[in-house]
């Protein structure tokens, strides 16, 4: 990206030169003009830190939660900085982003990585977490079958945490090679190849990216079941809502979660994420890594 100058770390704030980076959606949509936000990108990553008030932070690896709180607010309080109204976002909200040598995050988001976890692992801690925030929600039933629409990277992430909790996982995508990642991670797959099928679940995961997949999710979803809705859809959802009143079925939108679970998973190995690298690209070849990241069935490029 952009050449930009070593950046001096406010009080408590750490220095952190970035290891590896990872390209989300959402990356891809910023260049699209959504958000509003022109700076550097990049919040999925993994730093070595270099400068910190916390000497014992100093030369670990690290990776980051990406909201940045003003720590005082009822949110901040309750411990959901995440929906601090005062919050700034690593690579997306008024904070320059990871995608260059050297960033600043707060020490306090940050979070070591074990010894065990290599660094391309870990940098998916930030989607994982994400994937994770589901069971922070809802409380599903352990015995009760859940679909995820969708096997981009984010619905395998979901379908493999899912099934790590235990839980009979039904993964809708449209992908063969994509879908046999998590197949051999116990999760049961079938390809969409019209409809999918109609009052099936209690419980769907709309992770397709598309304004279609919430359509979906509504059709697959027994009456009194729940959506958790994954996917952030730019524009208007231009569909049917009668089903929803009348099954009187509950959405759940979901955005981040927290890093502790998602970095136990990666240590304990409960999921596959070495399957999902498709592409690793060195960060002054970042403009090339966006054109990969953005071809149909590519999953994470990473910069190296
Ligand atoms: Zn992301
Ligand atoms: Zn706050």
Redesign the pocket.
């Not at 929906?83 to 919050?87: D, K, L, M, S, V």
């Given at each position: 990206m952009k050449r930009v100058p070593r950046p001096k770390p406010p009080e408590g704030f750490a220095l952190i030169r970035l290891l590896c980076g990872g390209i989300c959606n959402t990356d891809l949509e910023l260049q699209r003009g959504y958000y509003g936000f022109s700076g550097v990108p990049g919040h999925e990553f993994v730093g070595e830190v270099v400068e910190a008030s916390r000497r014992d932070l100093i030369g670990r690896r690290v990776v980051g939660e990406i909201n940045l709180?003003?720590?005082?607010?009822?949110?901040?309080?309750k411990g959901l900085?995440r929906?601090?109204?005062?919050?700034s976002v690593l690579g997306i909200v008024k904070h320059p982003g990871a995608f260059r040598e050297f960033f600043t995050l707060p020490e306090r988001n940050l979070h070591v990585i074990p010894d065990s976890i290599p660094t391309e692992q870990a940098v998916f801690v930030e989607p994982l977490a994400a994937a994770g925030e589901i069971l922070d929600q809802v409380s599903i039933p352990c015995s009760s079958p859940v679909a995820v629409l969708g096997d981009g990277k984010l619905g395998l992430l979901v379908a493999q945490v899912l099934r790590a909790y235990g839980y009979p996982v039904h993964q809708y995508g449209r992908h063969k090679t994509k879908l046999r990642i998590a197949a051999r991670a116990g999760v049961e797959t079938e390809m969409v190849r019209e409809r999918v099928p109609a009052s099936e679940y209690d419980w769907v995961v709309d992770a397709t990216g598309s304004p279609k997949g919430l359509a979906d999710a509504v059709r697959m979803t027994r009456p009194r079941g729940t959506i958790i809705m994954k996917s952030t859809v730019h524009g208007l959802a231009g569909f049917d809502t009668a089903p929803i009143i009348v099954n009187e079925i509950t959405l759940v939108g979901s955005r981040c979660g927290r890093f502790e679970p998602a970095i136990g998973l990666l240590r304990d190995g409960l999921i596959n994420v070495s399957d999902m690298i498709s592409e690793r690209m060195p960060l002054d070849r970042a403009p090339a890594a966006f054109r990969a990241a953005a071809k149909s069935g590519v999953l994470k490029v990473l910069l190296t």
């Open positions: 709180c003003c720590g005082g607010c009822d949110w901040c309080r900085g929906h601090c109204p005062g919050r």
